[in-house]
C-alpha cells in the first residue's frame, strides 16, 4: 500500500485513496475465499458420485488451500500493479489543480517570509489592544477614585454650609470670626479635658495610697 498521505485528494473525496484500495483489495480477497469454497463443495459432491474414488475430504481441502495460496500471491501481485494505476491516474488531483474552496489562496498567496510578517503584525497588534485594554482599567480605577474624593469634598462642602448656616442664625454673620471663635473654644475644651484628666489620675493615685 502507498505511504504517501495524499491529504489533499482526501479533502477533496472525504476518504484517503489509500483507504478506498485497502477496502477494494478485502472485497477481492472476501470473494476469492467465497469461490475456493464454491469449488471445494462441488468437488466433494462430484466425488462422492464416483465409485472407488479414494481421495478424502481433507486430501481435498489440503489441495484447495495450496491453489488459494496461489491465486492469493498472483491475485496480490496484479492489485499492486493496479493500486499504482489507480492512485496516480484515477485518485489523483495534479499539482496544477486547486478545489474550488481554495481557490482564495491562489488570489491570496504569500510567500513564507510575508507570512511570517503578518504573524509577527497580529502580535504586535495584540499587545498593544493588552496594553490598552490595561490603560482603559487604570484610567477607570482613577475615575472611581476621582468620584469617591469629589463625594468626600461635597460632604465637606456641605458641612461648611451648614455650619455658615448655623452662624447666622445664631447671629455671626462672618463665617471667619466664627471659624476663628470655634477654634479658640475647642483649645479652651482641649485644655479643661487635659486638667480634668490630670486632676482624676491624682485621685485614683491617693485612693490607691489609702
Not at 500500500?1 to 485528494?9: F, H, I, K, L
Not at 475465499?33 to 459432491?45: A, G, N
Request: charged letters at 25%; aromatic letters at 10%; a negative charge.
Amino acid at each position: 500500500m502507498s505511504v504517501n498521505p495524499m491529504a489533499y485528494e482526501a479533502q477533496f473525496f472525504g476518504f484517503t485513496p489509500q483507504t478506498c484500495m485497502l477496502r477494494i483489495y478485502i472485497a477481492f480477497q472476501d470473494y476469492l475465499f467465497e469461490v475456493m469454497l464454491v469449488v471445494e463443495s462441488v468437488i466433494l459432491k462430484k466425488l462422492d458420485g464416483v465409485p472407488g474414488c479414494k481421495i478424502s475430504p481433507s486430501q481435498i481441502r489440503k489441495s484447495t488451500e495450496k491453489f488459494l495460496l496461489f491465486m492469493k500471491d498472483h491475485f496480490d501481485k496484479l492489485f499492486s500493479k493496479m493500486e499504482e494505476m489507480l492512485l496516480q491516474l484515477v485518485l489523483n488531483i495534479p499539482d496544477n489543480v486547486l478545489l474550488p474552496e481554495d481557490k482564495v489562496h491562489e488570489q491570496y498567496s504569500y510567500s513564507k517570509e510575508q507570512f511570517q510578517a503578518l504573524q509577527d503584525e497580529t502580535l504586535q497588534l495584540q499587545e498593544q489592544y493588552r496594553a490598552e485594554v490595561s490603560a482603559g482599567q487604570a484610567l477607570q480605577a482613577e475615575l472611581e477614585e476621582q468620584k469617591a474624593v469629589q463625594a468626600e469634598l461635597e460632604k465637606i462642602l456641605q458641612w461648611f454650609d451648614g455650619l455658615e448656616n448655623s452662624c447666622r442664625e445664631h447671629g455671626t454673620g462672618n463665617f471667619k470670626e466664627s471659624l476663628v471663635f470655634l477654634t479658640q473654644n475647642s483649645k479652651k475644651l482641649q485644655e479643661v479635658l487635659k486638667d480634668v484628666e490630670e486632676k482624676s489620675k491624682k485621685i485614683k493615685q491617693h485612693d490607691q495610697l489609702l
